[in-house]
């Protein structure tokens, strides 16, 4: 980067005024302030931003420093007081309690779920939505066709009450999973749902799963990211927000024919129910072929290659492209039943290709049918490929970036001795060494979702149902379920970490603390008292907010930036946004 070259800004609010000063990479600020705490954050963001953030530890972590890192991998970071509860309880024990998730009471947040009325639609209550939003949009279509003068906004779906009730199921559904990960005593669950949503990814904006995807969180992911492999990948192959995703609902052997031409195999695409020919000869023959050119031509290799590449075997699991097409033809007929029928999972036999197949050397006899996928994923979620593949992804997410060797053979071992069985293969990785390895301890970087959730969760604020933290979430670059690609999002910190981005928390830590963050209630008098004496402060707010990790490097800037504030709430609220937003708190 060019030395002096602005690399964002940061914001203050005081007085009922906002404050903006630019910053560069020299370490200068630019931009006339009139507030001089405005100066105070962006200083202290270069400094921080100039600092080294990595910390490794020496010799074996006592047990306060083994609570903070279990609770910063297998939670969204500890509340004030988890530490040393878990401490004194000892970790392993918490750990054995957070793999049985199902003996855990989280009674108050199921009160919170309550407030989300998403939890109260059905999978057919979501079909018939779809449907009606369908129907609403092809009426609208009919009507602009009639008066070709009528020019509408570009996002007047949008605008419609079908596009502005899809908008708000969405809204919910992100803002469900925000307060799910702050709120939930089951901690481990709600990050394994994270994980798996993410392996397993479905791109919310994409037609129908829009109304599809509150299903597939709520039925296909959270009652199974603890159980065996095998079943969490037989659910999300039935998915039809997978199906819809990856588009295996359209997928037919090539020349097949439903067995009648008003099958309703397009109704997913058109919001219709069928094709309905009218009494006219000519015009019914018309219809016919109209709607035979709409029906699906032959199969389809998306849900196939990603099935193979990204949920089991990974790009180097020893398959080929002609792998991919026998897959392909193993799921036709595979399909999503029509809205009037509840949207689930439907297999068409008429479209499925009923011949030979052979899959990496493995022969797929003809005449079967639904059967033989089941047969296919089974064999792939037990092949050695899927065992590596997927077993150095959850070393990733709960160990290093670059996972070492040891953890993945380990969690290999345990897939291999109970058939592929989530929970034994965590207890695996959380009892190798590795995982507690000096080396490995505050390795990783927050997403932006485990950033806001731990900021959340550090000064106890309390969610509220609108979508807000969300859009927190997605402002600094992860919008939930709006990954596009079927690859999810990355795990690695270089994805996550540059100028722009720490800017963006630092920016967002400053709301949290100055209680300006929207949809969070953030009570600060409980959390750390108001006082004058800067060490006194800086030493609570180091135990409040980084159980007592907090670097001397932080403590020094934070000091140093607190030396002109006289107001004792004021340097309060600085010195938690700064903590929040500095280098020790991205880490976990």
């Known amino acids: 980067m060019k030395r002096?070259?602005?690399?964002?800004?940061?914001?203050w609010h005081g007085g009922g005024r906002q404050y903006r000063r630019m910053l560069k990479s020299d370490g200068r600020t630019v931009g006339r302030s009139d507030n001089p705490r405005m100066a105070v954050v962006a200083l202290a963001g270069i400094v921080f931003l100039s600092a080294s953030p990595t910390v490794r530890l020496s010799g074996q972590l006592s047990p306060r420093d083994s609570a903070v890192h279990a609770l910063n991998r297998l939670a969204y970071g500890p509340r004030p007081g988890d530490v040393d509860r878990v401490a004194r309880g000892g970790v392993m024990r918490w750990i054995d309690e957070q793999l049985a998730p199902e003996r855990i009471d989280d009674a108050a947040l199921a009160t919170r779920e309550r407030q989300f009325d998403l939890l109260n639609y059905s999978r057919e209550d979501l079909a018939r939505l779809y449907l009606d939003a369908q129907r609403a949009r092809r009426e609208r279509q009919q009507a602009q066709r009639a008066d070709s003068m009528m020019s509408p906004p570009a996002d007047q779906a949008e605008q419609t009450p079908e596009g502005l009730r899809?908008?708000?199921?969405?809204?919910?559904?992100?803002?469900?999973?925000?307060?799910?990960?702050?709120?939930?005593?089951?901690?481990?669950?709600?990050?394994?749902?994270?994980?798996?949503?993410?392996?397993?990814?479905?791109?919310?904006?994409?037609?129908?799963?829009?109304?599809?995807?509150?299903?597939?969180?709520?039925?296909?992911?959270?009652?199974?990211?603890?159980?065996?492999?095998?079943?969490?990948?037989?659910?999300?192959?039935?998915?039809?927000?997978?199906?819809?995703?990856?588009d295996n609902w359209e997928s037919v052997t090539p020349g097949s024919r439903p067995p009648s031409p008003a099958f309703p195999l397009s109704a997913m695409r058109r919001g219709g129910q069928g094709v309905r020919f009218p009494r006219d000869p000519m015009r019914a023959d018309s219809l016919r072929r109209r709607a035979e050119q709409r029906m699906p031509q032959g199969i389809n290799e998306n849900y196939a290659r990603e099935l193979m590449e990204l949920h089991t075997l990974g790009v180097d699991g020893g398959y080929s492209q002609r792998d991919v097409i026998e897959v392909a033809r193993i799921f036709t007929g595979w399909s999503i039943a029509p809205p009037p029928r509840g949207g689930g999972f439907e297999f068409h036999d008429w479209a499925h290709d009923r011949g030979a197949k052979t899959v990496l050397g493995v022969a797929f006899p003809a005449g079967h049918g639904e059967d033989e996928a089941l047969r296919l994923l089974t064999l792939l979620a037990s092949s050695p490929a899927t065992m590596h593949h997927v077993s150095r992804r959850l070393c990733a997410r709960f160990v290093a970036d670059d996972p070492p060797d040891g953890c993945v053979d380990a969690a290999v071992?345990?897939?291999?001795?109970?058939?592929?069985?989530?929970?034994?293969?965590?207890?695996?990785?959380?009892?190798?060494?590795?995982?507690?390895?000096?080396?490995?301890?505050?390795?990783?970087?927050?997403?932006?979702?485990?950033?806001?959730?731990?900021?959340?969760?550090?000064?106890?604020?309390?969610?509220?149902t609108t979508a807000r933290l969300a859009q927190v979430v997605a402002r600094l670059g992860e919008p939930l379920y709006l990954h596009v690609a079927p690859d999810g999002y990355p795990e690695r910190q270089e994805d996550w970490l540059n100028s722009g981005a720490l800017l963006a928390r630092m920016n967002a830590a400053v709301a949290i603390a100055a209680g300006r963050l929207p949809g969070a209630a953030v009570d600060l008098d409980s959390l750390v008292p108001a006082t004058a004496d800067r060490d006194a402060l800086v030493a609570a707010v180091n135990e409040a907010i980084l159980a007592g990790t907090m670097s001397e490097h932080t403590k020094t800037v934070i000091r140093d930036q607190l030396s002109d504030i006289s107001d004792p709430r004021q340097a309060r609220a600085l010195a938690i946004g700064l903590a929040l937003g500095g280098p020790d708190f991205q880490r976990q």
């Open 4 to 11: 002096g070259a602005v690399i964002g800004c940061l914001t």
């Open 166 to 246: 899809a908008r708000r199921l969405a809204g919910q559904l992100q803002e469900l999973a925000v307060v799910r990960a702050a709120l939930a005593e089951r901690q481990l669950q709600e990050v394994m749902v994270d994980f798996w949503t993410n392996h397993f990814n479905v791109f919310l904006g994409k037609g129908a799963d829009r109304f599809l995807m509150p299903s597939y969180v709520q039925e296909t992911i959270r009652p199974r990211v603890l159980g065996k492999f095998a079943d969490l990948l037989i659910a999300t192959a039935r998915s039809p927000a997978m199906m819809f995703y990856l």
């Open 413 to 464: 071992a345990a897939w291999q001795r109970t058939g592929g069985d989530i929970r034994e293969v965590l207890r695996a990785i959380f009892h190798a060494p590795d995982f507690w390895a000096a080396q490995n301890v505050r390795a990783k970087v927050k997403t932006p979702l485990e950033f806001v959730v731990s900021a959340v969760r550090a000064v106890r604020a309390d969610p509220d």
